[in-house]
């Protein structure tokens, strides 16, 4: 049993399972050249039908890819009891696992993977003052609204910064479940962040009096 494989200018790897003691020059010679005549013939076929490598992959094709996170951070992806990692897996379709280091690794087929980079990207980011961010409102109450800006990630939105002018009740403006934009005025001590809308509107001009 002799196997060669190898390119049009040279041989990459050979297999031989011999039961004998061994072999004459001449014959792994001999097998040697029928070995590249059957592999550039089989090559020939391959370009013809494939000249050059596609310019991009296949939606089917299986991807591998590598996302470094902080050690710190690692506990946030996998969350209580595998619950986050899960989450993300079955929203994406693609297997996830991270190591002690924090290198995680993604494999999927098809932008699943694409997606799942995505969200692993956004949960180790750090929240900016004076940033603006696509948000989810996930609650709401009499003095305003709970936004998430990132996954796990969310700030107050008060009614106040609603837009301007005076709001009677939150949900006259947003309601759970709406994607809203806003932008993070301020991260007080204790972590709790303080979001606004108004920050992002046009202030109308005062009312023109006769």
């Known amino acids: 049993d002799f196997k060669v494989a190898g390119t049009r200018t040279g041989v990459t790897s050979i297999q031989m399972d011999i039961k004998i003691e061994g072999l004459d020059f001449a014959i792994i010679a001999?097998?040697?050249?029928?070995a590249k005549t059957a592999r550039?013939?089989?090559?020939?076929?391959?370009?013809?039908?494939?000249?050059?490598?596609?310019?991009?992959?296949s939606k089917y094709a299986p991807r591998i890819?590598?996302?470094q996170i902080p050690v710190d951070k690692i506990g946030d992806l996998i969350g209580p009891k595998g619950k986050t990692i899960r989450s993300i897996q079955e929203q994406t379709g693609a297997e996830i696992n991270v190591d002690d280091n924090g290198m995680v690794t993604i494999s999927a087929v098809g932008e699943?993977?694409?997606r799942a980079r995505d969200i692993v990207a956004a949960m180790i980011q750090t929240p900016e003052?004076?940033?603006?961010y696509e948000g989810v409102v996930k609650s709401t109450t009499a003095f305003g609204a709970f936004v998430e800006i990132l996954p796990g990630v969310e700030g107050l939105l008060h009614i106040s910064e609603l837009q301007h002018g005076r709001t009677e009740?939150?949900?006259?403006?947003?309601?759970k479940?709406?994607?809203?934009?806003?932008?993070?005025?301020?991260?007080d001590e204790r972590g709790r962040m303080r979001l606004s809308r108004k920050a992002l509107l046009e202030k109308p001009e005062p009312a023109r009096t006769r």
């Not at 009740?169 to 309601?175: A, H």
């Not at 709406?178 to 991260?187: I, N």
């Open 65 to 67: 890819i590598t996302v």
């Open 40 to 57: 550039l013939q089989i090559l020939d076929v391959m370009t013809k039908a494939i000249p050059e490598p596609r310019s991009s992959l």
């Open 112 to 114: 699943g993977g694409e």
């Open 177 to 187: 479940g709406d994607h809203v934009r806003v932008k993070l005025l301020e991260v």
């Open 30 to 34: 001999e097998a040697l050249e029928k």
């Open 129 to 132: 003052v004076g940033k603006v």
């Open 169 to 175: 009740r939150t949900e006259d403006v947003v309601k």
